[in-house]
């Protein structure tokens, strides 16, 4: 099965920096990278995600890029602001379109941003 | 619009007994998936629920069943609870074309196994 090692743990910057999260997967069939943050005590929120068949994508101060060949994601947040301060999952599945892609998880970073 | 709700928000069970919990997915879903959260850890696949039948079910033992009402609605089932089972339990609600492309997660149950 699918293997998400996600790196760092924990994660410290100063406010207005850049962060970067990465992300390596096993399985050569994922095509679906979702990345979500997740608050204390809150629910995971999906912040932006990515398919195989793109390199890059963009939301306002969040990116991901995907290197397929080297089965790795990285999740880039730019001008980082106290309420980015959070638990961020990354995730890999073999998305068919067909319902049957449970989401494999990684383990998570802790983003604190430092006022 | 109601987006994914669960019940009961916190539940304590003592080891060996039974527990059930609930999800009703968001409006317009019909696919219902569970996952496992222990403190400080990802989620973890349990199963998914479509058109009441079990189409993908991860690493976990047949203690851990589900459900899948005509309305949508699901319910896990934990038998036999071990110390190991305290966690967060997470439903997330898809429609079937998006599978998990359009999760919407509920805010989880926290089940503390004593």
């Known amino acids: 099965g699918e293997n998400v090692e996600q790196h760092p743990s924990t994660l410290s910057v100063q406010e207005g920096d850049s962060a970067v999260i990465k992300c390596t997967y096993s399985?050569?069939?994922?095509?679906?990278f979702p990345w979500y943050k997740q608050e204390l005590g809150k629910r995971p929120q999906l912040i932006i995600d990515?398919?195989?068949?793109?390199g890059e994508k963009k939301d306002q101060r969040i990116a991901v890029t995907l290197n397929k060949t080297a089965k790795h994601f990285s999740l880039h947040i730019t001008e980082t602001q106290p309420e980015d301060s959070a638990v961020y999952f990354c995730?890999?599945?073999?998305?068919?379109?067909?319902?049957?892609?449970?989401?494999?998880f990684g383990k998570g970073t802790h983003l604190i941003i430092q006022p | 619009d109601a987006g994914v709700t669960q019940s009961p928000t916190h539940l304590i069970k003592t080891r060996g007994q039974q527990v059930t919990l609930r999800c009703s997915p968001k409006?317009?879903?019909?696919?219902v998936s569970w996952y496992q959260q222990a403190l400080g850890q990802g989620p973890q696949f349990i199963f998914q629920?479509?058109?009441?039948?079990?189409?993908q079910r991860g690493n976990f033992p047949d203690r851990f069943s589900g459900h899948q009402f005509p309305n949508y609605s699901s319910e896990l089932n934990v038998n036999a609870l071990l110390l190991g089972d305290s966690a967060l339990y997470l439903c997330?609600?898809?429609?079937?074309?998006?599978?998990?492309?359009?999760?919407?997660f509920g805010s989880g149950t926290r089940l503390t196994v004593v």
């Open positions: 409006s317009g879903h019909d696919t």
């Open positions: 997330a609600s898809s429609s079937l074309g998006q599978g998990s492309y359009g999760y919407t």
């Open positions: 399985d050569s069939a994922s095509n679906y």
């Open positions: 990515i398919r195989s068949n793109v």
């Open positions: 995730a890999a599945t073999p998305f068919s379109g067909g319902g049957a892609d449970g989401l494999t």
């Open positions: 629920y479509y058109e009441e039948e079990e189409r």
